[in-house]
Nanobody
Framework: VQLQASGGGLVQAGGSLRLSCAAS????????MAWYRQAPGKQRELVAT???????NYADSVKGRFTISRDNAKNTVHLQMNSLRPEDTAVYYC??????????WGQGTQVTVSS
């Protein structure tokens, strides 16, 4: 399974970006789709998850600003990021966990928020 992430870029504080991650295989058998991020010198952290039922969960630092969604017809997961802050600067990675236990990572997309 290949995951292709896109949508990163440079934005001013307060701006918005929408990340997308397209899977090469159907997402119907995926139990969890998620976005992680890793800032320079820091550990990778979980940003948001969405499970097969559509239920979502967010890191406290992004609640109310980020929205994760999935488009099963297009095998895609999105992350809408609003009210961006300089501390949101990181490489963002998508991740999928299949029901059989297999897990896959996208290549990462850079998000840079200027103050």
């Amino acid at each position: 399974v290949q995951l292709q992430a896109s949508g990163g870029g440079l934005v001013q504080a307060g701006g918005s970006l929408r990340l997308s991650c397209a899977a090469s295989r159907s997402v119907f058998s995926i139990s969890v789709m998620a976005w992680y991020r890793q800032a320079p010198g820091k550990q990778r952290e979980l940003v948001a998850t969405i499970i097969s039922s559509g239920s979502t969960n967010y890191a406290d630092s992004v609640k109310g600003r980020f929205t994760i969604s999935r488009d099963n017809a297009k095998n895609t997961v999105h992350l809408q990021m609003n009210s961006l802050r300089p501390e949101d600067t990181a490489v963002y990675y998508c991740n999928v966990d299949y029901a059989n236990g297999a897990t896959y990572w996208g290549q990462g997309t850079q998000v840079t928020v200027s103050s």
